[in-house]
C-alpha cells in the first residue's frame, strides 16, 4: 500500500520539522473550506499567505495538493490521501502534546492504560482516585483504543497496561495476563420487544428470531451465537461494529447476544440474563517481565474494585 506509504512519508515530514504548523494549518483548512479567501480568513491570515504555505508544503512533499480554479481549490487524489493521513497525524500530535503538558504540570512519571470503551472498566475513576492517594506523583494516562491497536502499542511500549478479553489474546509470546473478571453474556432486545418483559432467557426462546452477529467476537461468544443459530432456526445479520448492532436493534431489525462489558445507557435497549449463564473472562495485560511496584498496585486495585462490585451480577 499506498495508503501506508503517504502515511509514514507525512509522519517522517512532520517529526523531521520540515513541515510547520502553519503550513499544517493551512492545509487542513483549505481542504475544510476548498476556498482560500474563507480559509485565510478562517486562519486570521492573508490569502496570499495562505498560499505561499500551501506552495511552500507542496514543494516539501514533492506532489501538488490542491487544484486552482480561481478563489477556489479541489483536493488532487494525492491531495485527499495527504490530508487524510495529515488529520491523524496532527490529532496524534495535538494528543502528545496535551500528554505531556498534562505530565509535567504535577507528575513525575505516568502509567498509560488502554482500554475500548469505558463500560469494560466503568470502576476505573474510582481506581484512579483510589490509586492517586498512594502514589499521588504518577498521572494514570487512559488511552481509548481498539483491541488490537492497545496489544501492538503494548508490545512496542506505548501502553504499560491495556484491558483485554482473554482468549483473544495470542498465546505465550512477550504478554503476560493477570484475570480481571468474567463478563457474562447477555441478549440485548429493544425495550418494545416482547423479551423485554422477561427477567432471564432461555436460549430456545429466540426460536425464529433474526440474529445480529459481530464479524469480530470473543471465541465463547461465537459458540454460543453458532449454538443458537443451528438449534433454533435464527436467522442471522452480520454487523461490523457494536454502534451498527445498537443500530439495528435499536430500529427492530434483530435482536443480539452481547457481552455485558459493553453495556451503556443508550435509550431503548433492554439488557437480559441468560437463564443459563455464559462467562467470557477478561484480564489485564502487560508485557513479560518483572512489574512495577506502582503497576502492580493499579492491577490490585482495579480487581478489587472491579470483583467487589460485583461484575458478574451486572
Not at 502509567?111 to 482516585?129: D, K, N, Q, T, Y
Not at 452481547?258 to 435509550?267: E, G, M, R, W
Not at 473472562?281 to 512489574?291: D, Q
Amino acid at each position: 500500500m499506498l495508503a501506508e506509504y503517504f502515511y509514514y512519508q507525512f509522519k517522517n515530514l512532520i517529526m523531521s520539522s520540515i513541515m510547520n504548523s502553519r503550513q499544517i494549518n493551512s492545509a487542513l483548512e483549505l481542504a475544510r473550506t476548498l476556498n482560500f479567501n474563507q480559509a485565510a480568513e478562517n486562519l486570521f491570515i492573508s490569502q496570499p499567505t495562505l498560499s505561499y504555505h500551501i506552495k511552500t508544503l507542496e514543494e516539501e512533499v514533492g506532489i501538488k495538493l490542491f487544484e486552482r480554479s480561481g478563489k477556489g481549490a479541489v483536493l488532487t487524489p494525492g491531495g485527499k490521501q495527504f490530508i487524510h493521513d495529515l488529520r491523524q497525524i496532527n490529532h496524534d500530535l495535538s494528543m502528545a502534546i496535551e500528554r505531556a503538558q498534562n505530565l509535567g504540570c504535577q507528575y513525575q512519571s505516568s502509567i498509560r492504560l488502554g482500554v475500548f470503551g469505558l463500560s469494560a472498566l466503568p470502576h476505573l475513576p474510582e481506581a484512579i482516585l483510589e490509586f492517586n492517594q498512594q502514589y499521588p506523583e504518577i498521572f494514570v494516562d487512559v488511552v481509548f483504543e481498539s483491541g488490537n491497536d492497545q496489544l501492538d502499542q503494548l508490545l512496542t511500549g506505548q501502553l504499560d497496561l491495556s484491558f483485554a478479553v482473554t482468549s483473544s489474546l495470542p498465546k505465550g509470546g512477550d504478554l503476560q495476563t493477570i484475570p480481571l473478571y468474567d463478563s457474562p453474556i447477555n441478549l440485548l432486545v429493544n425495550q418494545q420487544d416482547p423479551l423485554a418483559n422477561l427477567g432471564k432467557v432461555e436460549l430456545g426462546q429466540l426460536a425464529n428470531r433474526t440474529l445480529i452477529v459481530g464479524s469480530v467476537s470473543p471465541k465463547e461468544l461465537k459458540h454460543l451465537q453458532n449454538q443458537v443459530v443451528t438449534n433454533y432456526q435464527v436467522q442471522t445479520i452480520n454487523s461490523p461494529n457494536h454502534a451498527t448492532t445498537i443500530t439495528h436493534v435499536l430500529t427492530k431489525r434483530g435482536i443480539c447476544l452481547t457481552p455485558t462489558f459493553l453495556k451503556d445507557a443508550t435509550p431503548g435497549l433492554t439488557w437480559l440474563s441468560l437463564a443459563e449463564e455464559v462467562l467470557i473472562p477478561c484480564s489485564m495485560v502487560m508485557r513479560r517481565g518483572e512489574i512495577p511496584a506502582s503497576l502492580r498496585t493499579l492491577i490490585d486495585i482495579l480487581i478489587q474494585v472491579h470483583q467487589g462490585a460485583g461484575q458478574r451480577s451486572d
